[in-house]
Structure formats: structure tokens, C-alpha cells
Nanobody, 118 residues
Framework: QVQFAESGGGLVQPGGSLRLSCAASGSIFSIYVMGWYRQAPGKQRELVATITSGGSTNYADSVKGRFTISRDNAKNTVYLHMNSLKPEDTAVYYC????????????WGQGTQVTVSS
């Protein structure tokens, strides 16, 4: 089973930037539609951005123009570049194979905490 390890989170001031990384085990990562998700305290996990194997991307309205998802298939890694961060972006961020999430069979990693605060 493919596993995902998220990293790169931290404490940042409003307006700041972070780059999250997600390393995947397994040799078929390149065919996955990958997604970044986040879960804020007391809220349900939500989809932030997705990227197909060919590099097509989609974003939640709340992050459009501020976040950029990218992937390096040679490194089995997907990234989330976050700019102009807001306090409401505070959450634990996770990555996963979007198809398994939709099928409700996804296994989740530990995630990485992002806190936006002055």
C-alpha cells in the first residue's frame, strides 16, 4: 500500500509563505491524481488542490491565486506552495491519492501543521 509523508509546515505570520512537500512510496505514483487536503480544528477535512498525472490543476475557491500545487514524478513528490497566507489557512495539511479519497478507502498520514498567526 502506498504511504504518504507530509512535511514543511510551521508557524508563519499573515501574508507569509510556506512550501509543503509530500513524499510517496511506491512505483506507480506518477499515474495518481494527487490532492492536498486540510482539516482545521472542529471542522471537516476539505480538498484544497488537485493535480493530475499530466499536470492539470484545480483549486478550492478559498485558495485560488494564492496556492500552487505541483509534482515531481521522478521524486515521487507533490508540493503545495502557499503564498499570502491568512489565519483561516491554519490547519493540518494532508496529501493523498484523490481517487482513493473519493472511494472512501484512503489511508491518511500524520499530516503537517500550518499555523498562521501574528
Amino acid at each position: 500500500q502506498v504511504q504518504f509523508a507530509e512535511s514543511g509546515g510551521g508557524l508563519v505570520q499573515p501574508g507569509g509563505s510556506l512550501r509543503l512537500s509530500c513524499a510517496a512510496s511506491g512505483s506507480i505514483f506518477s499515474i495518481y491524481v494527487m490532492g492536498w487536503y486540510r482539516q482545521a480544528p472542529g471542522k471537516q477535512r476539505e480538498l484544497v488542490a488537485t493535480i493530475t498525472s499530466g499536470g492539470s490543476t484545480n483549486y478550492a475557491d478559498s485558495v485560488k491565486g494564492r496556492f500552487t500545487i505541483s509534482r515531481d514524478n521522478a521524486k515521487n513528490t507533490v508540493y503545495l506552495h502557499m503564498n499570502s497566507l491568512k489565519p483561516e489557512d491554519t490547519a493540518v495539511y494532508y496529501c493523498n491519492n484523490q481517487q482513493t479519497v473519493v472511494a472512501r478507502i484512503a489511508s491518511w498520514g500524520q499530516g503537517t501543521q500550518v499555523t498562521v498567526s501574528s
